[in-house]
């Protein structure tokens, strides 16, 4: 099912108004929770940590040293498990993750001068439980995956990183044989570099979706040709979050409930997916619930990382850059318990892993040559977090 919204700015504005009136009325704060100044001698990135506990944290993070400062909470309200920085603008955004009510995304605008963040407006989603945010940077769109309607939404961003109107609504149907697969659960998006179509990892219905994407009017659509291009998983995989390879013509899809990486070649003339290969991410002899969490390629692209949240660890994997296929290269613990999501800086050298079951952000360098990670014992403590995203 497709709904398209018209873009009406005198509507829009109104809207965001009302929703701002709102949310500042249930406690969301655009002024700071508590934010500290500090000096900044040495070269410094402000980290946004998305949390289960309804507020969303900043630290300071020393990209010489790899320290991390906590600066405490800088919003509470909605339940923000993700958060995304803008490419363009000292702006994070943040979803609304509850589940008994229609999804949101906020824009906030940051201070970097003490990580204090300022609402800048709310705009609905068409779907509940939002879950997910994807930013396409040549369209300046939103895209988020709303996990408990199964389906995803497309959200104009205007030029000072505010978010614009809803666009697009797309919603699927579909089940599998896990207790948690009754329904649809979109939950992850990327757009393909073309920029002509976007896939969509689904939890519930055990499969890829293929719609296109218009970068012009910010819409998502499907038909006939992106019908016959979805991807089916094997039943009860559980398809959580996917990459794009640093060329653009493989798809690395992390699988929730089966644990597995898959590879895929990507035709963008045709839209379509090709499987190349499938990996087990966990360890022989595992007899726990496998879960992976989250995955991500490096900055050059020619490693893959990997959060096995079922046991705490961290995968990486070489890229081989004619075929698309992976080989690992190491596992390592993850710092603390339950690895919920993780952000690599901009440098590439850091990667910041949040254990939520233990309230412990992480930090682990980077190897360049051999892409191994190192954990370095900086940490800092906050509460059920579940994303990182970084803002220079």
């Not at 900044?40 to 990135?45: D, H, I, N, R, V």
């Not at 999804?103 to 605008?109: E, Q, V």
């Not at 949240?309 to 993850?334: K, M, P």
């Not at 233990?358 to 190897?367: P, Q, R, T, Y």
């Amino acid at each position: 099912m497709t709904r398209l919204f018209p873009q009406n700015r005198a509507a829009y504005h109104a809207l965001t108004a009302a929703c701002t009136a709102l949310t500042l009325s249930a406690g969301m704060v655009g002024a700071p929770l508590y934010a500290a100044t500090l000096p900044e001698s040495a070269p410094t990135e402000l980290v946004y940590i998305g949390t289960l506990h309804q507020q969303i944290s900043a630290l300071r993070f020393d990209t010489s040293t790899g320290a991390l400062t906590a600066l405490g909470p800088v919003a509470e309200g909605p339940k923000s498990t993700w958060v995304a920085a803008s490419p363009h603008a000292p702006v994070l955004y943040a979803v609304d993750d509850d589940s008994t009510k229609e999804g949101s995304i906020t824009a906030y605008a940051v201070d970097r001068a003490n990580g204090s963040l300022s609402a800048l407006g709310t705009v609905p989603t068409g779907g509940r439980g939002t879950t997910f945010l994807r930013f396409d940077t040549a369209s300046m769109t939103l895209l988020g995956a709303n996990y408990n309607s199964g389906s995803v939404s497309s959200v104009a961003v205007d030029a000072d990183g505010s978010v614009g109107p809803l666009v697009s609504t797309l919603a699927e149907t579909g089940s599998g044989p896990n207790r948690r697969q009754a329904s649809a659960h979109a939950h992850g998006i990327a757009i393909d570099p073309s920029g002509r179509y976007a896939l969509v990892a689904d939890l519930g219905a055990d499969r890829v979706f293929v719609y296109r994407f218009d970068r012009a009017t910010h819409a998502l659509s499907q038909d006939d040709a992106t019908r016959a291009a979805t991807f089916v998983a094997p039943p009860g995989s559980g398809p959580r979050h996917l990459e794009f390879s640093a060329n653009g013509q493989f798809v690395y899809l992390l699988t929730e409930l089966s644990a597995q990486v898959m590879v895929f070649r990507w035709d963008a003339a045709q839209g379509t997916l090709t499987h190349v290969q499938s990996l087990p991410i966990g360890t022989d002899g595992f007899d726990g619930v496998k879960s992976g969490a989250e995955i991500a390629p490096g900055r050059d692209g020619r490693f893959v990382y990997v959060e096995n949240r079922g046991e705490n660890s961290l995968v990486v994997y070489r890229v081989n850059a004619d075929t698309g296929e992976l080989s690992l290269v190491q596992r390592i613990a993850s710092g603390g318990d339950k690895p919920w999501g993780f952000g690599i800086d901009g440098s590439g050298r850091w990667l910041l892993v949040a254990n939520q079951r233990s309230g412990k952000v992480s930090v682990f360098s980077i190897d360049a040559a051999s892409g191994r990670l190192t954990d370095t014992g900086q940490s800092a403590d906050v509460t059920d977090p579940s994303s990182v995203a970084f803002v220079r």
